[in-house]
């Protein structure tokens, strides 16, 4: 199956630092989804970007599927930012999608 | 704006006792799908399911566990014989088409003792 790979691990931040988040996965995809997983485990959808690039206030997210990876941008980051990353990706096999998550990036960011 | 929610929010219970798990789609979606995470690690996919039908599934959705959608609204995984391994976060999603955007629900954590 498809693989997933997600880049740092772990990150720690100072409250007000930038930081870039990298999914690379290893077939061509049809779907591609950033989530921020919180403290209380909850799963919330931050971009929905199978390809080009979306801002949503201090966050932006790039997709560049013919070079299979994704890049998430954190700015002036808040400690409310804190917990872990996902991307997940589709691919179309046979008749249906495939959900692959990666294996995610956990940040913490100290005030 | 809607949302999917999912009911109970924590469960526990026996080895080898039978678990439904509920989840109530957004309403003008049409695909849905259950996910675990067990604690710590990456979140799985477990089934996908469309038109009354399972239209994918994983390895890990072996014959104890199975979906239905009883009526127009809840769409629910019964885990048959529950093991300890089964101990997870549970996560039902939901698209409006086969390639739009999934929305999660905020789980159901399972303990099994």
């Known amino acids: 199956g498809i693989q997933v790979e997600q880049s740092p691990p772990d990150l720690i931040l100072q409250e007000g630092a930038n930081s870039t988040l990298r999914c690379n996965f290893s077939d061509s995809v049809n779907n591609l989804q950033w989530f921020h997983q919180n403290p209380w485990g909850q799963l919330i959808n931050l971009f929905y970007?199978?390809?080009g690039t979306k801002q949503n206030g201090r966050l932006s997210a790039t997709t560049v599927a013919t070079e299979r990876y994704s890049l998430l941008y954190i700015s002036s980051s808040q400690t409310t930012d804190s917990g872990v990353y996902f991307c997940?990706?589709?691919?179309?096999?046979?008749?249906?999608?495939?959900?692959?998550f990666g294996r995610g990036t956990s940040l913490i960011v100290h005030p | 704006e809607p949302e999917v929610t999912q009911t109970p929010s924590h469960q526990v219970t026996q080895m080898g006792q039978e678990v439904i798990l509920r989840c109530v789609p957004i309403?003008?979606?049409?695909?849905f799908y259950w996910y675990r995470q067990i604690l710590g690690q990456k979140v799985e996919f477990l089934v996908s399911?469309?038109?009354?039908?399972?239209?994918?599934k994983s390895e890990i959705f072996d014959d104890q566990f199975s979906v239905e959608r009883p009526d127009g609204s809840n769409f629910t995984l019964k885990i048959r014989s529950t093991k300890l391994e089964d101990s997870a976060m549970y996560f039902c999603?939901?698209?409006?088409?086969?390639?739009?955007?999934?929305?999660f629900g905020p789980g159901t954590r399972l303990t099994v003792l």
């Open positions: 309403s003008n979606h049409l695909y």
């Open positions: 999603a939901s698209s409006r088409d086969y390639d739009n955007e999934q929305f």
């Open positions: 399911f469309y038109n009354n039908e399972i239209s994918e």
């Open positions: 997940a990706v589709e691919r179309w096999a046979g008749g249906s999608y495939i959900p692959t």
């Open positions: 970007i199978p390809s």
